[in-house]
């Protein structure tokens, strides 16, 4: 299991913020001045005379403890040229909106911030860290974010979770509550303002079998409702699926943030972002069910679309979604098909099916995009792994190469996989569109072969992706010519499929299914100009 890690920070606080009225600013106060920070500092250290002399001065209910949190959490936020700034032209610190946002931090954490040394990261112990480190990261984004996207300053919503439904907790909104609307629930309270969670029957369970980051997942799009409801997001005019995507959307903006390494409080792993990807299998929509339903969160794809639309483009493109939906992939259950597993062809019709329609698709678009005819793969050649294995160019690969693989061979034009291994576990733990990505790749390879393009490396690799998404939107119509229509579940088995068949996250020169997914996402939006063929 990857885990996200968290950086402590060593900082700088006076002591009016932590509550002592009697004790005098290590900087005087002469104009009125900023009033929140929308900046983030830069880690290093301020002067040990200052922090000693906060210390000295600071008498907080909490004891050193909390004072010594409170000094941590200033640096983390401020540098030292922002901080003699903002301590210099704000006249009450003490009732100021950053100061009290610290304090209500660390009074919620018990003020036990470990004060290492600047920029050195560790692992969070358990899932409480990977919450308040969240949390903490959450106000200073969107403190940030608010201003500049909707020129409002931001609030903190009021965090209280968690509940523990085993000794009887009953959360409330307004009035009581269902159980069935809690239990193994998180949500967003408009009428008090409220972020709340069941520890035990959702929070625990997704650390435990997803990762970390999905927990810190669920707190940012609950985040996300509150800021709808800051700057006024008009649910009475827009469904209800247009709002879960954008509070997806808006988690993925901060997810982007951290990512790119710009918060001074939390730092992914490797797999972190996969961890994403599987949380969103788990909190998808049912199969089948109707976007314009009251309660529609959108399927797995739209909602992991929606999470990538914010991680790459930020929060301003979330905030247009009310004025510009985003695309909902709607595919009907069809008759006979389970609502809990959608369709699948029979296997030993699903690779030849998904062969005559990638040859079908390519036979009509690679003329308009390359030009020339489409010339169709040789030959298909699935073998057991055990037995007689395909020589490509006179060539036969160690044992261990064909042991769950799949290939294609450009000396000779074949495509080959591994019949005994590979397609028959995708099929039954995954599904027929498992075995439709890997093909759609291999079928990418030959396109790029004819086309005279690398068919080598980790661009290659997310080339091949971009067209699979191609193929994949050419099988959403009912009146496409290709023979197959995607099914409900096939978009789900492709997030499945990427997290199955991609390298291990982390491994240099390769790409992960994050990068993979992002790629099939973008033909499958946007058509294949966006693969980078021309």
């Known amino acids: 299991m990857k885990r996200l890690v968290v950086l402590f920070l060593a900082f700088g606080l006076i002591a009016a913020a932590c509550g002592d009225d009697d004790a005098s600013p290590l900087i005087t106060s002469t104009t009125s001045g900023q009033a929140t920070t929308t900046t983030v500092g830069t880690g290093e250290s301020y002067p040990t005379e200052m922090v000693e002399a906060y210390m000295d001065g600071c008498r907080a209910e909490g004891g050193e403890e909390l004072c010594r949190c409170t000094i941590d ?131 625990a369970p997704l650390y435990e079998q997803f990762g970390d980051f999905t927990v810190a997942l669920v707190l940012a799009h609950e985040w996300g409702h509150a800021i709808q ?137 690679y003329p308009d995009v390359f030009g020339g005819e489409w010339v169709p793969v040789s030959q298909v050649i699935p073998y057991d792994p055990a037995g007689e294995v395909p020589a490509c160019g006179g060539f036969v690969a160690q044992d261990e190469f064909f042991v769950g693989n799949a290939f294609y061979c450009e000396a000779d034009d074949f495509v080959a ?19 439709g990505l890997v093909l759609a790749d291999e079928w990418g390879r030959a396109v790029q072969a004819r086309a005279g393009l690398p068919i080598d490396g980790p661009e290659a690799q997310l080339q091949v992706d971009c067209m699979a998404g191609v193929w994949t939107a050419a099988l959403v119509p009912e009146d496409n010519p290709t023979g197959i229509l995607l099914s409900a579940g096939d978009l789900e088995e492709g997030i499945s499929g990427f997290l199955s068949l991609s390298a291990t996250p982390g491994v240099e020169g390769e790409v992960s299914a994050f990068q993979r997914f992002e790629a099939f996402k973008a033909g499958f939006f946007e058509g294949i100009s966006v693969c980078g063929v021309a």
């Not at 004060?115 to 409480?128: H, I, N, Q, R, S």
């Not at 339903?293 to 679309?305: C, E, I, K, Q």
């Not at 397609?423 to 498992?434: K, N, Q, R, V, Y």
């Open 73 to 203: 959490q200033y640096q983390a936020r401020l540098t030292l040229e922002e901080f003699i700034e903002y301590s210099s032209t704000t006249p009450d610190i003490g009732n100021d909106p950053l100061a009290q946002e610290i304090i209500e931090y660390c009074t919620r954490t018990g003020g036990t911030t470990p004060t290492t040394l600047a920029g050195d990261f560790v692992p969070f112990a358990d899932m409480d860290g990977v919450i308040d480190a969240s949390l903490a990261d959450l106000d200073v984004y969107w403190a940030a974010a608010m201003p500049e996207v909707w020129g409002i300053d931001y609030s903190p919503p009021i965090v209280n979770g968690p509940y523990y439904n085993s000794r009887g907790d009953q959360p409330t909104c307004g009035g009581p509550m269902e159980p069935s609307w809690y239990v193994g629930n998180a949500f967003y309270c408009g009428f008090d303002d409220t972020v709340q969670w069941d520890h035990e029957d959702l929070m």
């Open 229 to 365: 409801a800051r700057y006024g997001f008009d649910d009475v005019n827009s469904p209800t699926v247009v709002s879960e995507l954008q509070a997806d959307c808006f988690a993925g903006s901060w997810t982007g943030r951290v990512a790119a390494n710009e918060s001074d409080i939390i730092r992914l792993e490797p797999g972190d972002l996969e961890e994403a990807m599987s949380g969103f299998l788990l909190i998808g929509d049912q199969l089948g069910s109707d976007p314009a339903d009251d309660n529609a969160h959108g399927g797995s794809f739209d909602r992991l679309s929606a999470f990538f639309d914010g991680f790459n483009n930020g929060a301003g493109q979330c905030a247009g979604y009310e004025a510009d939906p985003p695309a909902v992939v709607f595919i009907p259950l069809r008759e006979g098909e389970d609502p809990t597993q959608g369709g699948d062809l029979p296997f030993d019709q699903t690779a030849p099916l998904l062969i005559d329609a990638l040859e079908t698709f390519w036979s009509i678009v």
């Open 417 to 435: 996989w591994d019949n005994v291994g590979l397609f028959p576990s995708l099929w039954t733990e995954i599904g027929d569109f498992a075995i």
